[in-house]
């Protein structure tokens, strides 16, 4: 007898079909045993089922934007709720935006001469007047870089990094163009993340994932904005059913949806959080310090019992009344109605005491448990170094403690976690900050605002060219400022490094404090005074240069110093070391 498989389309399968389909119940007879109970030994562990602690894993096979899609909705809903009640969750979240926009970016201009046909000296001229150009945009006290004009782009930075490395796990902004504006029509919108969603509730589709409408690449073509916030539940609202195609960009290229996410894997078109993988130790964790707290506070509770110690029955055998059916529960209901009008009128009154009142023959045993638990702040602190460790903190960050650290730790930790600052805002940079800036400086050019020199390439032509930039964050900060700054100066005298780099690293510029000195020194000079940049460093006598001293006496030093071995050694009232290079005595 001959059966014939028919596929969706009411045709035999092809043949490639149905070789496919065999190959593959043959590697599933392959998996298990002839009597069909038991399974054999998978050839990695970590595949097996004949181990308890797999027996019961069933891990479905989803891919990255399938597995967000089905979960995104609660998962992002918990998240929130994390950051708006877990003071653990909402001081990670501020720690990564603190350490990764701080203050806000400069910008660090750098047009590609060599495609744009400039000499070095022409690229750099235009990349000063291209930077004095975005200051007056972006620290515009009117605000008009915000189209809720809210925020400067110091703001909206902000913001878009606490979506990104948040609960949302994503940042969405929309450059839009405001014909009221006095100086640059370009101002970003920003959009809750939750405002992506497919139209009306549709499933996704081959060309449609989550809100984002993609091409046969999965390159995003636009978006679907829902016109208002899932969650805005008030009268009226009309827009929470309607939504608003917006494309990617305009025919000519100019951004319009801006959108930064990390995608974990290869066809994702919506981003994950950082904090998803951690949510069940954030919510043990949280559980485990509520049930600590309340135990505590029951035992902080001083109560007091008063116990009626005649027992009924007894009462009514020595007045040798009769019990018949209901007589007891007369009683008890009588005696209660005695004590309840007693002691409401002469109430017994105690600071801090509760009274509580017995049946008569009652008894009230009360347990001594131990709180909190010897091991609640290991299990915490535990839980604690997981969350830091898989959002991109150190535990000391995460918890403000720095009890336990001392020179060398702090120094691995820092170089180690900039290494991840420095990845993050890359990233973040590239997706958000970038396009923003080629659209304002589109606008520039087509202003006429930057006059370019004969022969030049025009921003129309190349407009990637012309967008090189770099964005200058946060500062790394010290650990010990004396040798740190010397083994910079080092490095300049030995041409390995760049002014350049020496400063973006302490979240400076360094064309804007060459200018600052500048001016300094002119100052001086008016006054007849020298400049402190321009006079020699003369060591103090008898004591000399610090970089005479030999580096094992160096690093002994300042390890005494931080770590509290050396009594005139100072620390702030946080715990913060403070660091001294002194001459060694």
């Known amino acids: 007898m001959t059966v014939e498989l028919y596929g969706p389309d009411n045709k035999p399968l092809p043949a490639a079909v149905r070789q496919s389909a065999r190959l593959q119940a043959t590697r599933n007879r392959m998996m298990v045993s002839v009597s069909g109970a038991a399974v054999t030994r998978a050839p990695y562990q970590g595949a097996a089922s004949d181990h308890p602690s797999f027996a019961s894993w069933k891990a479905g096979n989803y ?18 709720d994390v950051a708006r009640n877990d003071g653990w969750g909402a001081a990670g979240t501020s720690r990564l935006v603190d350490n990764i926009i701080g203050a806000g970016w400069k910008l660090a201009a750098r047009p590609n001469h060599v495609t744009l046909k400039l000499s070095f000296d022409q690229a750099e001229a235009i990349a000063t007047q291209i930077e004095g150009l975005w200051r007056d945009y972006t620290q515009d006290v009117d605000m008009w870089c915000d189209a809720e004009r809210t925020k400067n782009m110091a703001g909206i930075l902000g913001l878009a990094a606490r979506n990104r490395f948040g609960p949302e796990g994503e940042a969405f902004g929309v450059v839009v163009w405001q014909d009221d504006a006095p100086l640059f029509q370009t ?16 499933l996704d589709s081959e060309h449609l994932r989550d809100g984002v409408a993609i091409d046969d690449y999965g390159a995003p073509l636009g978006y679907h904005f829902r016109k208002s916030h899932p969650g805005d539940l008030f009268a009226g609202n009309t827009k929470l059913w309607s939504w608003e195609y917006v494309a990617r960009a305009t025919e000519w290229g100019r951004p319009i949806v801006v959108h930064a996410f990390d995608p974990k894997r290869p066809g994702m078109t ?23 707290s309340q135990a505590a506070m029951l035992n902080a509770i001083m109560a ?8 009924p029955e007894e009462m009514m055998a020595a007045l040798d009344a009769e019990g018949g059916d209901g007589a007891l529960g007369k009683l008890y209901g009588e005696m209660s109605e005695a004590q309840k009008a007693y002691y409401g009128a002469a109430p017994i009154n105690l600071p801090g005491v509760r009274i509580n009142t017995l049946l008569p023959g009652e008894k009230a045993n009360l347990t001594k448990p131990e709180h909190p638990n ?13 969350i ?49 800036y080629r659209a304002w400086l589109e606008e520039v050019f ?30 790394r900060g010290w650990i010990d400022p004396l040798r740190e700054a010397q083994a910079a100066g080092e490095r300049l005298d030995r041409r390995l490094t760049t002014l350049q780099q020496e400063s973006a690293e302490q979240g400076r510029d360094w064309k804007m404090d060459a200018d600052q000195l500048a001016r300094e020194a002119r100052y001086y000079r008016s006054l007849g005074l020298t400049h402190p940049a321009e006079a020699e460093a003369v060591p103090a006598e008898g004591n000399p240069p610090p970089s005479s001293l030999d580096e094992a006496d160096q690093d002994s030093e300042v390890e005494d110093s931080v770590n509290g071995r050396d009594r005139s050694a100072r620390r702030h009232p946080l715990g913060i070391p403070a660091i001294h290079g002194r001459a060694r005595q």
């Open 63 to 80: 891919s990255g934007q399938s597995a967000l899609s089905l979960s995104r909705p609660t998962l992002v809903d918990r998240l929130n």
């Open 187 to 202: 101002a970003i919108h920003m959009i809750d993340p939750a405002r992506c969603s497919n139209p009306k509730g549709t």
């Open 270 to 292: 919506r981003g994950a959080s950082d904090w998803a993988p951690i949510m069940r130790s954030i919510k043990q964790s949280t559980d485990y310090e509520d049930f600590e």
């Open 304 to 311: 007091a019992f008063i116990e009626t110690p005649f027992d």
């Open 374 to 386: 010897a091991n609640f702040e290991v299990f915490v602190n535990a839980a604690l170094r997981k």
């Open 388 to 436: 830091a460790s898989a959002v991109g903190l150190t535990y000391e960050q995460l918890t403000m403690d720095w009890s336990q650290v001392n020179y060398s730790s702090a120094r691995a930790a820092l170089l180690e976690i900039w290494r991840g600052f420095t990845a993050k805002k890359s990233g973040f940079a590239a997706q958000f900050m970038a396009p923003i």
């Open 446 to 475: 087509d202003k006429g605002l930057i006059e370019l020199p004969e022969g030049a390439v025009s921003f129309e032509q190349n407009p990637a060219a012309w967008c090189h930039a770099d964005w200058i964050g946060p500062g």
